[in-house]
């Protein structure tokens, strides 16, 4: 039996986490946080799920909720001191980090100190203070267990391997719904084109990341922390029906790839109960019909998210924070529909030309270059 925290249980992967919960049976759900949107939603995984701590981010929604619950054994609490709370309880195994956004970074970080080792999807944690968490974890010997469908794979692709003998990771990407499209297409495209992802169904923030190949970008950036490479040694490939979840090739030319229909539960079960697999219920590959697998080069002159991901990288301490901070105020915009598509690009690499990097930066120091992020692009958008 394992006993599981997660943060975000409301959003995608927090509610597929607790279906593969519910499907195994063998699982407890010792706390559960989320954002104070939807309340409903969260006390109806608390009456089903039964765990002992929850947090929510308001403490007027908490107040809320412990009106609501009153009837159940449960302790209700609220803001960055719940999370940590949450994080740290005796009893939990595995954090999963399914909360959107850097709010992840300090009870991550506060989990792997109190030895529990960390199923990920919180991809802007790794970007921003992959340099504090990985090492951090190696000396907690905790394991960082990838959500993420491309890391899951990657991590897939390496079991048994020899990590020293990996010659490249190949990132595989869907391209988007505007794949195909170019810059002049991409002028007038609105919030409601944006949210069409063509193979996943995924929260609001992500699925706009993925059409602006941001999503890509801050990936690369996950896997360069995750598994220790250069970003020379990481290439994007597009494979528009998202059958391969990503490759590695190795120093003898062997490509080693997991397969499968898009489903987030396989790469979420796969990290709750690596490394052993359990049966999981849904469609299979089928090849006679599937046929073929086409690939592409991802075209980085239209979709600049990604050549910016890899500046951003590339100049390292603070400047991956400027990229993923400068790109959630954008796509907030964007959906509250202040600003156009393109904008997007415009207000992270603006962000980033006015970034004066801060070479290995604190937590402290990674949270005020995001809050200044946000203060400059509030006084020019
Ligand atoms: P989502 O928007 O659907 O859910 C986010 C969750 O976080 C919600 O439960 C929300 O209530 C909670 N939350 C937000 N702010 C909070 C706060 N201040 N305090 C407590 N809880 C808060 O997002 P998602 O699509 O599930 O993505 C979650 C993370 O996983 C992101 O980092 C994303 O990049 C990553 N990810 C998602 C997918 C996917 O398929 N959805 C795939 C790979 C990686
Ligand atoms: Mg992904």
């Known amino acids: 039996m394992k006993t599981i925290a997660i943060l975000g249980s409301t959003g995608s992967i927090g509610t597929q986490t607790l279906e593969v919960v519910a499907e195994n049976k063998d699982i407890k ?32 929604a908490a107040k809320e909720l412990r009106a609501s619950v009153r009837d159940l054994p449960v302790r ?15 009893e939990v195994d595995i954090l999963v980090t399914a909360i959107v956004g850097m709010i992840g970074i300090r009870p991550t970080i506060e989990a792997i100190k ?8 919180n991809k802007e944690t790794l970007v921003t203070a992959g340099h504090i968490i990985m090492p951090l974890a190696r000396e907690c010997g905790v394991r960082i267990l990838p959500v993420d469908s491309e890391h899951s794979a990657i991590f897939q692709s ?20 505007f794949r195909g499209k170019k810059r002049s297409d991409l002028e007038k495209v609105q919030v409601e084109d944006a949210l069409k992802h063509p193979n996943w169904s995924m929260g609001q923030k992500i699925t706009i990341d993925s059409a602006t190949l941001v999503n890509k970008g801050l990936e690369v ?32 030319g062997a490509v080693i790839a997991q397969l499968g229909t898009p489903d987030m539960k396989l790469p ?33 002159e239209t979709f600049l998210g990604l050549p910016l991901a890899f500046d951003a990288s590339r100049a390292g301490g603070s400047m991956p924070t400027v990229f993923n901070a400068a790109n959630e105020l954008a796509v907030s915009k964007f959906l509250h529909k202040r ?15 006015a970034h004066k990097i801060i070479q290995n930066p604190t937590v402290e120091e990674i949270l005020m270059t995001e809050q200044a992020t946000y203060e400059l692009i509030e006084s020019r958008w």
């Open 29 to 60: 759900v010792a706390a559960l946080a989320a954002g104070g949107h939807n309340l409903k939603l969260l006390e109806r995984q608390i009456r089903q799920y039964c765990p002992s701590r929850v947090a929510v981010w308001e403490e007027a």
């Open 76 to 90: 209700v609490v609220s803001g960055m001191d719940g999370l940590i709370e949450l994080s740290v309880m005796e």
């Open 114 to 121: 109190a030895g529990k080792d960390i199923a990920l999807a």
């Open 158 to 177: 390496l079991n048994g391997e020899d990590r020293k003998c990996i010659s490249k990771i190949l990132l595989t990407a869907s391209g988007g719904p």
């Open 221 to 252: 950036m996950e896997a360069r922390w995750l598994f220790d490479v250069s970003l020379d040694q990481i290439q994007v490939v597009v494979q528009p029906k998202s059958i391969i979840h990503s490759m590695v090739e190795y120093v003898d």
């Open 268 to 300: 979420i079960q796969y990290a709750l109960y690596y490394p052993d697999r359990r049966y999981l219920p849904g469609e299979r590959l089928d090849f006679g019909k599937l046929s073929q697998i086409t690939f592409e080069e991802p075209d980085m």
């Open 339 to 353: 600003i156009r598509f393109l904008d997007i690009y415009e207000i992270i690499s603006a962000s980033m030309q």
